[in-house]
């Protein structure tokens, strides 16, 4: 189930107001999470292919999250620990290749937790100087909620060439983020089952979607 679903600046203070509220032992795991160093403080376990950059001391998994045997290690240590309290999971399902897997991993090992993408305003915007592809070039998803499941669409040239987007990309600081809290389970799915077909109307009809 998600819940608290918010469109903001990325502020993370809430985040990590909560997870220091909780009561003893409150075991916290970020997937992905190395790079920017944020969670450091608050947590007791890293999953990346990154060194953590803040606290050495962190155990981590050194890992491709997206490769299934990746996980047996990390699966083994909870089934001989206990699931995690709660997992941290902030700007990483954008980059992967399967963020539909990654989340189901991330529900094996945790009970609850928190999850972080860039809005679909933030990406559909064209912010890069003298380049006219959308968002970060890096990243191959963009997500939406629909009634109330987390969606993902896979970043293709289409939405380059289609100056109708326009109407719904923006920069604006307030709106960059798209985040919520989950517990239990992630309802997240690719838009049309993964299948981008049959022909051409099909797909922008898939992808009107972005407008809800």
């Known amino acids: 189930m998600i819940y608290n679903i918010k469109i903001s600046n990325g502020d993370r203070n809430d985040i990590l107001d909560y997870i220091y509220k909780q009561k003893k032992p409150f075991t916290v795991v970020d997937v992905g999470g190395s790079m920017g160093g944020w969670s450091s403080p608050v947590v007791d376990c890293i999953i990346d292919f990154n060194d953590p950059i803040n606290n050495s001391e962190i155990l981590h998994f050194k890992c491709d999250i997206t490769n299934p045997s990746s996980w047996l290690e990390i699966l083994n240590y909870v089934e001989k620990n206990g699931k995690f309290d709660f997992c941290i999971c902030s700007h990483t399902l954008e980059d992967i ?8 991993q991330i529900c094996k ?13 933030k990406e559909l915007y ?3 100087t003298n380049h006219k592809y959308r968002g970060y070039i890096h990243h191959r998803w963009i997500f939406n909620i629909e009634n109330n499941k ?12 289609n100056n109708i987007f326009d109407g719904i990309a923006n920069n604006s600081e307030n709106i960059q983020d798209l985040s919520f809290y989950w517990k239990d389970n992630i309802e997240i799915e690719y838009i049309n089952n993964n299948y981008l077909g049959p022909n051409l109307n099909s797909v922008i009809d898939y992808y009107n979607g972005l407008f809800i």
């Open 109 to 121: 090992i945790s009970k609850e937790g928190y999850i972080a993408v860039p809005s679909k305003y």
């Open 126 to 128: 064209r912010f890069e």
């Open 97 to 104: 290749m399967n963020p539909v897997f990654v989340c189901e």
């Open 150 to 161: 987390f969606i993902g669409y896979p970043k293709i040239n289409y939405l380059d060439s």
